[in-house]
């Protein structure tokens, strides 16, 4: 496992969100104005080998 730079990580994060956010818009048919996301945020692993993240999901009318 190599480290990545923290702007690499921040990429890496805004397209998984960007590919979840489509996936909700085309597939589930969600509407765009109920749908959105959030700046990426660290998350600490409980052990160095760790790989740790994060997905929090809101649900509302």
Known sequence: MQPLAK??????????????LSHLKT??????????SKAAAEVKA???AEIAT??????GK
């Open 54 to 59: 994060a997905l929090t999901l809101d649900a």
């Open 7 to 20: 702007d690499a990580l921040t990429a890496l994060a805004a397209q998984r969100s960007s590919a979840i």
């Open 46 to 48: 409980d052990k160095p």
């Open 27 to 36: 597939t589930a048919g969600l509407e765009e104005a109920r749908i959105g």
